[in-house]
């Protein structure tokens, strides 16, 4: 079984508007969480979903994808996204079939 799998919720917050976005990220798994901030530009956006998808939807896709790869208390509190292809090179390639999974 995948890690992102047997995680409770993902819970996204845009708290800025602009370029780049910035976000909070909770993520719960059974009675412990994680908590991240992430920036994200639109056009990084736009990259990894072809324009199809939220920043929102994005940016759980994102964390469905590392969760898979690594615990939650793994990932960096505070990062933007285009640091995890520098961890993870297939990130880019992989993130259509996350974005397909809900």
Known sequence: MCIAEEINMIQVRRTAEHDPFIF???VRE????TRHH???SQEMCERLTAGKHTPEHCLEAAFRFLLDREPKE???ARFDVTAIPRY???FEGEMPRYLLQF
């Open 88 to 90: 993870f090179p297939e």
């Open 24 to 26: 909070e990220v909770v």
């Open 30 to 33: 059974g009675t412990g969480e």
């Open 74 to 76: 793994s990932i960096l």
């Open 38 to 40: 992430v920036t994200m």
